[in-house]
């Protein structure tokens, strides 16, 4: 379910990738009716059972989500590598947001799976 407050935040945000935010947001929030959103280290955050990914606003040259523990999920497209166990998925169009879509959501459906089972 969408939050109020990620929608205020959201429309009050100057970002050249806003409109690719909310493409994202909209991916991830199709995923599953039981995945939340919160505004929380600086930006929109999804959770279910656990912090799944935040946006990072503080990025200007692209759409980028910090999955938070990257390192349990499936190297899929969507996903490159980070430090301290976290992946990140960067969109730099809406074009690549499309290629991209379907890894995304099932990234989104495997994180769901694994807190499913613990």
Not at 61 to 86: C, I, N, W, Y
């Amino acid at each position: 379910m969408s939050s109020k407050k990620v929608d205020d935040f959201l429309s009050g945000l100057t970002h050249p990738f806003k409109e690719e935010m909310q493409t994202i947001r909209k991916i991830i929030m199709e995923v599953d009716t039981a995945i939340t959103e919160e505004v929380k280290w600086g930006g929109p955050s999804f959770y279910y059972k656990g912090d799944i990914a935040t946006f990072s606003p503080r990025i200007k040259d692209q759409a980028v989500l910090v999955f938070h523990r990257g390192e349990m999920l499936s190297g899929r497209t969507a996903l490159e590598p980070a430090p301290k166990g976290k992946a990140y998925a960067k969109f730099s169009n809406m074009a690549e947001i499309e290629a991209k879509s379907e890894d995304l959501r099932a990234v989104i459906k495997e994180w769901i799976q694994l807190m499913d089972e613990t």
